[in-house]
C-alpha cells in the first residue's frame, strides 16, 4: 500500500514533468501500461506462475504497480493535477488507497469463506477483468496517438 500510495502521489505531482522529461507521451505510457497488465493477466489465468519478478516482493510488483498505481490511475492523477490542483489530486489518492487498504485488511476472513480454491477462482476470473482493461488502455493509448499525428 505504501509503494501504490508512493508512486500515485509522486505522479500526481510530478508525473508530466517526469513523462516530459523522459520524452514519452501520455499516449505512449497508456500502451505501455495496457500492455504490462495484459501480460500480467495471462499469467494469471495460467496458474499465476512466473507472476512475480525474480527478487521482488509480490507488495510491490504486480500489486503497487500496475494493479493499485497502474496507468489509468497514474494517467488520471496527471490530468487531474493539470485540471483540479494539487489538494483536488491528492485527496482522491489517500482516499481510495485508504479504501483499498481497509479492503485488504478484511481478506483473511474472505479467505476463510471461499477457500484457497475459489481465491484461485476469483483471480483468473478478475484476471480476465484486468487483461480487458489493459486491451483498453493500448487501444485508448493508441487512439490517442493517432489523433496526434492528424
Do not use: C, K
Not at 7 to 36: C, D
Request: cysteine-free; hydrophobic content about 55%.
Amino acid at each position: 500500500m505504501l509503494a501504490g500510495t508512493f508512486l500515485l502521489l509522486v505522479f500526481s505531482i510530478s508525473g508530466h514533468g517526469i513523462l516530459s522529461f523522459l520524452g514519452i507521451s501520455v499516449a505512449s505510457f497508456t500502451v505501455a501500461g495496457g500492455l504490462l497488465l495484459l501480460v500480467l493477466a495471462f499469467r494469471i489465468v495460467q496458474g499465476g506462475e512466473g507472476w512475480q519478478t525474480r527478487g521482488s516482493s509480490p507488495g510491490v510488483f504486480p500489486l503497487a504497480f500496475p494493479l493499485l498505481a497502474g496507468p489509468g490511475a497514474i494517467t488520471t492523477v496527471i490530468f487531474s493535477i493539470n485540471s483540479l490542483g494539487i489538494p483536488y489530486s491528492v485527496a482522491p489518492v489517500v482516499i481510495v488507497v485508504t479504501t483499498t487498504w481497509l479492503v485488504l485488511l478484511a481478506i483473511d476472513r474472505v479467505l476463510v469463506i471461499i477457500g484457497e480454491s475459489g481465491a484461485d477462482a476469483v483471480a483468473r476470473i478478475m484476471s480476465v477483468f484486468v487483461a480487458a482493461i489493459g486491451i483498453q488502455y493500448v487501444v485508448t493509448g493508441l487512439m490517442e496517438s493517432a489523433q496526434l499525428l492528424r
